[in-house]
C-alpha cells in the first residue's frame, strides 16, 4: 500500500438527508405534475428546487482554430 493513501484520512459523507422540522430521514417521490417532492413521516413536505446553469463550463475555442 501506498504510504500517501495510508496517511490520508478518510472524508466522511454526510449521510442521508434529514428533515428540516424533526431530523428523521426524507423520502422523495412526484406528484401527479411530475414535480420533485421531499417529504417526511411528521408530516414535513416540500418541493424540490431546480438547479440552472451547466455543471460544466463549455469551451469556445475550437482545436483547429489553436493550430
Known sequence: MNRAVAKTPLVSAGGPPKCAACGGRL???TDTQG???E???C?????MSLRTGSALPHSTTSASAAS
Do not use: K
Not at 408530516?43 to 418541493?47: E, K, Q, S
Open 35 to 37: 414535480r420533485t417532492m
Open 27 to 29: 423520502t422523495f417521490g
Open 43 to 47: 408530516g414535513y413536505r416540500a418541493y
Open 39 to 41: 417529504q417526511c413521516g
